[in-house]
């Protein structure tokens, strides 16, 4: 049934109820989200009872997740009620290890949203729970952990270095070989008599020197995740303007996966401004899809004054085919 469906974008999940009607207890099918499996259900008494379970399988019993979350509660009238749980962060391994209610009674349509701000695998054994936001991805070959580890050890050292980088507030030294074939950019400037040649000095004044560090670890196989996801957009303009394909594509999917009301916006002008076709799509429906143009509408108003006229139409297009007269 399509009543029991929950859609999800990012780490929003949202299910649309379109009649609760006289029955007093609703069950999802379930939905996938990190690497579980999950249900919503919902039940009416006094109050209205949300929980959110795993689905019963071996990876939530040999890997229960430990969620932090919101869930939001709205009605779908045009007199729009909204009801915002605290933040909960919890173990969850069946149905009872979670539920909030809500001190109102719904009837007919409502939409019930949780939007997941950690996933983290509970170390059954003991020890620290690992968050499963970023991944490190696929484990890399011994041959290659040890070309990277060499690679890291010429960067950090500056093994035979034979180029200046100038940033914002400092300077680094780099290998022209290196930064030559990961973009085409570098690699004219090294390959014509252009200045950059001749001095063996690139100046990148609009990064910082942090930020153009975080590139360079990238470029030489050995940035971390948590320098990745603190410097991405500093990353996507590098990208951008020195043509590394693989890198606006890895900053694009990660600027996807945590959209939420305080980004979208943001999110949303640095798509169009570099045409990210899959980021720009997935703010669209964020904010029309799911709903979520309300809750960034005291924001909405300067976002207008200053955004591109083609991508206010774009928006304006996107209300028409979301739109449902009552």
Known sequence: MADSRVETISRLAQWRIENFGPCSYKKSDPFKLGIWNWHLSVEKNRYLYIRLFPEPSRLSKEQPPIARFVVRVSNAGTNRRLYISPVHERLLRSCEDFVWYVDSTFHGRFIVDVEFLDLKIFPLNGGEANSIWPSDGMMQSISAQSTLRC?????????????????????????????????????????????????????????????????????YGSIKPEDFWKHRLALLGAANKYDIADLKDACEDSLLEDINSG????????????????????????????????????????????????????????????????
Request: aromatic share 10%; hydrophobic share 45%; net charge negative.
């Open 263 to 326: 980004n979208v916006l943001e999110r949303l002008q640095e798509a169009w401004l570099y045409q990210l076709n899959k980021l720009k799509k997935g703010c669209l429906a964020y904010l029309f899809d799911f709903g979520k143009i309300y809750d960034v509408r005291d924001e909405i108003n300067n976002f207008f004054r200053q955004a591109d006229r083609e991508l206010m139409l774009e928006m304006f297009q996107e209300v028409l085919t979301v739109w449902k007269p009552l």
């Open 151 to 219: 690679l890291s050890r010429m960067l950090d050292e500056g093994i035979h270095a034979d180029v200046v980088i100038n940033t914002a507030d400092g300077t680094l030294k780099a290998h022209k070989a290196v930064l030559s074939a990961s973009s085409p950019v570098f690699q004219s400037m090294f390959h014509h008599d252009l200045k950059e040649k001749e001095s063996s000095t690139i100046y990148i004044q609009d990064m910082s020197l942090e930020s153009c560090m975080a590139l360079l670890s990238y470029l």
